[in-house]
């Protein structure tokens, strides 16, 4: 028996506009967080799963939260560390 998988995710108002496709059908509801509203979710249309936009739409950064510190400034500050090092050492 092959069943097709269809996901949607959004906050509840969003996902209640699929109300009229998920009638009828057994459905499975998770709560990504306990706080209404946190993270932001976009208001995106629904995306097939594992298309090209569906894709590009999960890589969009999520908000950082208060003293959390941006991944790419990391491994920037890494990076500069490492070519500090090797500088050193042709010294």
Known sequence: MDKELIEIEGTWEQIITHESELQGHHVR????????????????????????????????P??????????????????TIRRGIEQNKSE
């Open 29 to 60: 509801v998770t709560i990504l967080n306990d706080k209404p509203g946190s993270p932001e979710v976009p208001d995106v249309p629904f995306l097939e799963r594992g298309s090209y936009e569906r894709i590009l739409q999960g890589m969009k």
């Open 62 to 79: 999520l908000p950082l939260e208060e003293g959390e510190r941006d991944l790419w400034e990391v491994i920037l500050e890494e990076r």
